[in-house]
Each structure stands twice: as structure tokens, then as C-alpha cells.
């Protein structure tokens, strides 16, 4: 089993619509737990981090839900500049050190 | 942007060679990590180092190796190039004991191994 798991996509949206994306992990000892956004040949860059009760920014909202090792990214009112990959990236800081563990990644259309 | 660069932008190789790419942290980073990301797939840790020394390593043979300088920056050299090698080589640099634990993406080095 994967350690990050996504649906893989592609969602193909309109604009203005609302989309959501899960994900699943499978350390229960993981402590961080992020969204990246990367676009089409570019470096992943942090959207959000994902706390434990819920936050959101504009648009954005994330969800933690520990119990059932679960994250999730909720887009409204999609833009096409929305049209990305998003990674769902946790980071069990074990070890003594940082490493994220990413997914595969879920890609997103928004069309006119 | 986030202040990390990386060279070379892109890099052909064949099979068998070495390289070496470069990473420079952002300012007031201590803190640098590798990643490879094949295509289609995300990102998969290599190694981290901190304070020169390497403090943390996914699950690569030892032909990925690494360096870090005094001023922070960073080396990913790979030994005896596979085709399965091409990848997009992503380096971040973070600041240890910092706030959190976020990460910031360089642009990346685009490997291709014939």
C-alpha cells in the first residue's frame, strides 16, 4: 500500500464550479500535512497546510480528519487558473528529521 | 518566489556517466532536501542534509550521493547513470527548528539518461 494515496484525476470541471479532493495516508504517526499545487513541468509550491480543525484560505478550504487518516481540499468557484496537479503531502517526522511523503498527485481541468 | 535555485535547468546524460547538480537554499535556510519526481508520479525523498551532514535518506542506492557547503547549498551527484534515472531532480530547503516544517521548491534540474 502506497503511504499517500490519491485519485489520480483528471477531474475536468467547469469554471465556477465546486471540486474536492481526498486523500488517504498511512502512518498514523505522521504530525504535518500539506497541499501542493504544481503546475505543468514546474516545482510544486505549498497551497496550504492541513490542521486538525479544518482551515481554509479564499477559495481553499482543508480538512484533518486523524481518525480516519484522511485529508481533503475543497475548491469553490473553480478558475481556470485553478488547472493544476495537486499533491497531497504528509510528513510523519520520524527519524529525527523532515521528509514529506508525497502523492501521486490529482489533476484538475477547468474549462470555460 | 521562493529565493532557491537549481542548475542546470536541464541535462542530458547517457548511461554509465555521472552528474552533478546544484541547489542554493533560500536565505536564513539551513536545511536542504532532494527529491526525484518520474513522470506522472510525485515526488520521492532522497536525502536531507543539515548542517553539512546527511541527516535523513529515502529509499535510494548509495550512486545518489550528496553534499552540503557551509553556506548551505547543496550538491546531488549520481554515479553510474540508469535510463530510469530521468527524472525531475527537486531540491527544498527548509529552516530546522524553524516554525512547522515547510519545505520550498527550487525550479528543478530535468535529467534525460539515453
Known amino acids: 500500500r502506497k503511504e499517500v494515496e490519491q485519485d489520480p484525476g483528471p477531474f475536468n470541471v467547469p469554471e465556477g464550479a465546486t471540486v474536492a479532493f481526498n486523500c488517504t495516508y498511512s502512518?498514523?504517526?505522521?504530525?504535518?500535512f500539506f497541499w501542493y499545487r504544481q503546475d505543468c513541468r514546474k516545482e510544486p509550491k505549498l497551497l496550504m497546510s492541513v490542521y486538525s480543525s479544518g482551515n481554509e484560505d479564499g477559495r481553499f478550504t482543508a480538512q484533518l480528519n486523524r481518525a480516519s487518516q484522511y485529508i481533503s481540499l475543497l475548491i469553490r468557484d473553480s478558475k481556470l487558473s485553478d488547472s493544476a496537479t495537486y499533491l497531497c503531502?504528509?510528513?510523519?517526522?520520524?527519524?529525527?528529521?523532515?521528509?514529506?511523503?508525497f502523492g501521486a498527485g490529482t489533476r484538475l481541468a477547468v474549462h470555460p | 518566489e521562493t529565493g532557491v535555485t537549481q542548475s542546470p535547468t536541464h541535462l542530458i546524460k547517457t548511461r554509465g556517466q555521472q552528474v552533478t547538480l546544484r541547489c542554493s537554499s533560500q536565505?536564513?535556510?539551513?536545511?536542504v532536501s532532494w527529491y526525484q519526481q518520474a513522470l506522472g508520479q510525485g515526488p520521492q525523498f532522497i536525502f536531507q542534509y543539515y548542517r553539512e551532514e546527511e541527516n535523513g535518506r529515502g529509499n535510494f542506492p548509495p550512486r545518489f550521493s550528496g553534499l552540503q557547503f557551509p553556506n548551505y547549498s547543496s550538491e546531488l551527484n549520481v554515479n553510474a547513470l540508469e535510463l530510469d534515472d530521468s527524472a525531475l531532480y527537486l531540491c527544498?530547503?527548509?529552516?530546522?527548528?524553524?516554525?512547522?516544517?515547510?519545505?520550498?521548491f527550487g525550479p528543478g534540474t530535468r535529467l534525460t539518461v539515453l
Open positions: 527544498a530547503s527548509s529552516l530546522a527548528g524553524g516554525p512547522i516544517d515547510t519545505q520550498y
Open positions: 503531502v504528509v510528513n510523519p517526522l520520524s527519524g529525527g528529521y523532515n521528509k514529506l511523503i
Open positions: 502512518n498514523s504517526a505522521s504530525q504535518s
Open positions: 536565505s536564513g535556510h539551513n536545511t
